[in-house]
């Protein structure tokens, strides 16, 4: 049974910076990869990154490759979000996602691909 919880969200002045941490149980084997995706009020839950866990190969939306960091932890199945120079329409939820089935890029940054979700941490952004 694959869980996933997030931590890190709150309210940071635009410029600023936060630190998300998703902690993962039950995920088996090393194909795995994890992502983050973000869901704001009247918008879809967009991409923001992925990494692939065997490789540490990682993947960014447009809107946040320069900004966001996407890696490893250093406790055991823990994927962080450093989020720099935050700006207002970063503002969102935001969601760590896991999956266990080895996919081609496209489908690492597609939301329906992921079966396990977390429950989401609030990012509020003022500017």
């Known amino acids: 049974h694959v869980q996933l919880a997030e931590s890190g969200g709150g309210v940071v002045q635009a410029g600023g910076s936060l630190r998300l941490s998703c902690a993962a149980s039950g995920l088996t084997g090393s194909n795995y990869h994890m992502g983050w995706f973000r869901h704001a009020p009247r918008q879809v839950r967009e991409f923001v990154a992925a990494i692939r866990w065997s490789s540490g190969i990682t993947y960014y939306a447009d809107s946040v490759n320069g900004r966001f960091t996407i890696s490893r932890g250093n406790a055991r199945d823990t994927v962080v979000l450093q989020m720099n120079n935050l700006k207002p329409e970063d503002a969102a939820v935001y969601f760590c996602?896991?999956?266990?089935?080895?996919?081609?890029?496209?489908?690492?940054?597609?939301?329906?691909?992921?079966?396990?979700w977390g429950q989401g941490t609030q990012v509020t952004v003022s500017s």
């Open positions: 996602a896991a999956d266990s089935r080895t996919a081609a890029a496209l489908a690492i940054m597609t939301r329906n691909r992921y079966p396990y």
